[in-house]
């Protein structure tokens, strides 16, 4: 059925991973990837995509790596999917209008466009302090 991609975990993961950490420590790909137990290379993109949006910062050099660009409170769940996945859309309706072949005579596009609403409305509603806060209880 409906499921996030690796991509979106591995992004995810490294997020709450950077906002459990001291606000100005520098993390390397490779200690993320081997605190969560994923691989390095796959979640290498996902965090050259969250740069790319703001929502880590970069430092080269030796002691080089990553940390948050913004406060945990200020990063939604919809933050990190738009910066991993772009536009969500469940269905290919979702996309653009006439995107659709039967749309016309569709009888389950308003429901499909309510459930894509409801899942950006919790997406952009969970912060990740909210995910920090859930897992400390």
Not at 44 to 61: F, T, Y
């Amino acid at each position: 059925m409906l499921q996030i991609s690796r991509k979106f975990e591995y992004g995810l993961h490294a997020v709450t991973y950077l906002a459990s950490q001291a606000p100005e420590r520098v993390v390397t790909v490779k200690e993320i990837a081997d605190e969560i137990g994923f691989s390095q290379e796959f979640l290498s993109k996902a965090m050259q995509s969250l740069k790319r949006s703001g929502i880590v910062s970069s430092v080269q050099g030796v002691k080089g790596g990553y940390m948050l660009a913004k406060s945990p409170d200020d990063i939604s769940l919809a933050d990190i999917a738009l910066s991993i996945e772009g536009e969500p859309h469940l269905v290919r309706c979702g996309v653009k209008p006439g995107s659709c072949e039967i749309s016309s005579t569709c009888q389950h596009r308003g429901a499909m466009q309510k459930l894509q609403q409801n899942i950006q409305a919790l997406l952009a509603s969970t912060t990740v302090r909210s995910l920090l806060s859930q897992s400390e209880l």
